[in-house]
């Protein structure tokens, strides 16, 4: 009996400590887990529990699936299955910029220690985590320890590109890649009431350890907003304190010290608190400043996601049902806005932690330099612009039409479980047709892309011609806001400012001008009120006036033959009847 005891005693304590000591704690703090090393780790933590079960969730670019891992205190569970829990549902993404390794080692230690600790399994019943144990696979891969030139440890660490080096932080809405098509299907399938996302980053140097960045309260907006903002955030800030952790906004600065004022991070669609917005999670990215020591980060990011968790056992149920009805709140509106700016006549002020600056010579440069002295720290009120308000809004349809042709953005609302039906026949339906007015390019190349902005549309009620199998999209669905965000032309990170719609903006056809110049004339003769506008454009625009093509121009685009399809955006909004 007392042999059985002793090998009880030493499988017990190797099942719950030695076997499951990560590599951070094995490194005395310094080190982070290889991409192999964490995938080994919970491999071995989901044979051990039944608690946990490990999946592939579809590929990334870098040829290695995306694996998600699913605590459940009742026992194994499948991806399918969380839709029919009842239970709370916390969404964790780490190594989206696997320099930024904090949350992958923290998310290792946090499973852990619940599946270890009965009080905490018991605690956290009610709640399935879920964890992207690396979201950047290739990045991780690409491991290095020199890339971030700025930052506190760990000792190597991966790199922010992924395997075809986008930067996975800015894909959400486009989809460019494997990783976040992926995610996608991760996101929908565990449906999150809170989404965290973790990361490392330094703007300024300031006392904080931890930042956050809260999804902009008003572009969340409602119920969820107002929860947001004045319950849950307030709450956080406390329960951290309590802990020995003070947090602030993520500082929203670049090389000058934090004083004065700054603005909270509008986070648009195309960053992953942006996207999961549009389905009403709760959106967090824990920010720690990379010039304190890892070992202080990790655990500090270890301490926010414990505390989120807490703070979802007290709020689940409230949180449950404010997301139930988000989605009722944006359809039963006439408008939804699709720009936002500051508003300057709201304001918070914050008891902000930082250290004296001055302006020095640089040794280099002989120009001025910014030096922080951290033997002067300071605490002082600092104007934090945390509100918003809408610059422009449109009005909610009843449905969108697309037609069959585009079928890459098919496959967009698709991986967003977006409802669409094919049309059963053709049909002229009346629309609200967009045609592009006015946009500017970017005149740089962002993650693959030349973005459009400042776009303008005019738009006019007809009847056009649809064919059978073009999809009619409603908006009375729980995208609401996915479709809005991507299918309206002006909006920040619409399809159409990605550049899914370019060749839209390329004639195909046009006209030689000798040619042309005859049957101008006629074109004038027979149109008097074009000859009208003509003439007074001659008079009071001299470029234009100066322009033998800018003038044969005006006419063709002004005409019958003028092609159809240029300037005309391919998506069709049925309105909403009153």
Do not use: C
């Not at 005891?5 to 704690?25: A, R």
């Not at 800015?170 to 399938?189: L, M, P, Q």
């Not at 605490?379 to 079928?407: D, S, V």
């Amino acid at each position: 009996m007392k042999k059985i005891i002793i090998l009880f005693f030493f499988t017990f304590h190797f099942t719950q400590g030695q076997n499951f000591t990560t590599v951070f704690e094995k490194s005395n703090d310094k080190k982070t887990a290889t991409y192999h090393e964490v995938i080994d780790y919970y491999k071995r933590l989901a044979d051990t529990y039944r608690e946990i079960s490990l999946f592939e969730v579809g590929q990334t670019d870098s040829g290695l699936p995306l694996h998600l891992i699913l605590f459940n205190y009742d026992g194994k569970i499948n991806p399918e299955q969380i839709k029919n829990s009842k239970k709370n549902t916390l969404l964790i993404n780490n190594g989206i910029h696997p320099g930024e390794p904090d949350g992958i080692d923290a998310s290792m230690m946090l499973l852990r220690d619940i599946v270890q600790n009965k009080s905490l399994k018991e605690k956290y019943k009610n709640i399935i985590i879920a964890i992207i144990p690396v979201y950047n696979v290739g990045g991780s891969l690409n491991r290095n320890n020199n890339s971030r030139v700025n930052q506190n440890g760990p000792l190597a660490y991966g790199f922010r590109g992924n395997a075809r080096n986008f930067d996975l932080n800015r894909d959400f809405i486009k989809n460019d890649t494997k990783n976040s098509v992926a995610f996608s299907k991760i996101f929908h399938g565990v449906d999150p009431d809170i989404f965290i996302d973790n990361h490392v980053s330094n703007g300024a140097d300031y006392q904080y350890i931890l930042t956050h960045l809260l999804t902009q309260h008003n572009k969340l907006g409602g119920k969820a907003g107002e929860f947001l903002h004045q319950r849950f955030a307030p709450e956080l800030v406390h329960e951290l304190k309590q802990k020995k952790y003070d947090i602030t906004p993520y500082v929203n600065v670049f090389n000058r010290v934090p004083e004065g004022s700054f603005s909270q991070f509008f986070d648009s669609p195309r960053y992953s608190t942006g996207y999961t917005t549009l389905f009403n999670s709760i959106g967090m990215m824990v920010e720690t400043h990379m010039l304190k020591p890892y070992d202080l980060r990790v655990k500090g990011t270890y301490q926010f996601m414990l505390t989120a968790l807490d703070l979802l056992v007290k709020n689940g149920n409230e949180i449950s049902q404010i997301r139930e009805y988000a989605y009722k709140e944006v359809s039963s509106k006439d408008k939804y806005p699709i720009l936002w700016q500051i508003d300057s006549s709201k304001t918070y002020t914050l008891q902000f932690k930082g250290f004296e600056g001055k302006r020095i010579t640089s040794e280099i440069t002989g120009l001025d330099r910014l030096k922080y002295d951290r033997s002067k720290p300071f605490t002082r009120p600092i104007t934090y612009y945390n509100y918003f308000k809408p610059k422009k809004e449109i009005r909610i349809p009843k449905a969108y039409l697309i037609p069959q042709g585009w079928w890459k953005i098919i496959q967009h609302l698709k991986n967003n479980h977006i409802n669409l039906s094919p049309l059963q026949n053709d049909s002229i339906i009346e629309v609200e047709s967009y045609h592009i007015a006015d946009y500017k390019t970017s005149g740089k190349v962002f993650e693959g892309h030349y973005v459009h902005y400042n776009t303008q549309i005019s738009k006019t009620i007809e009847k056009r011609q649809f064919k059978k199998g073009d999809l009619l999209v409603p908006t009375d669905q729980k995208g609401i806001r996915y479709l809005m965000e991507t299918l309206e032309p002006e909006a920040t990170d619409s399809f159409f400012n990605w550049n899914f719609f370019d060749t839209v903006l390329q004639r195909k056809e046009g006209f030689s001008p000798y040619v042309f110049e005859d049957l101008a004339i006629e074109i004038l003769k027979n149109d008097p009120e074009l000859k009208k506008n003509f003439e007074a454009k001659k008079r009071s625009d001299k470029k234009f006036s100066q322009s033998w093509y800018a003038q044969l121009n005006y006419i063709y685009t002004h005409s019958k033959y003028q092609e159809k399809a240029y300037l005309q955006y391919p998506v069709y909004r049925i309105i909403r009847k009153n």
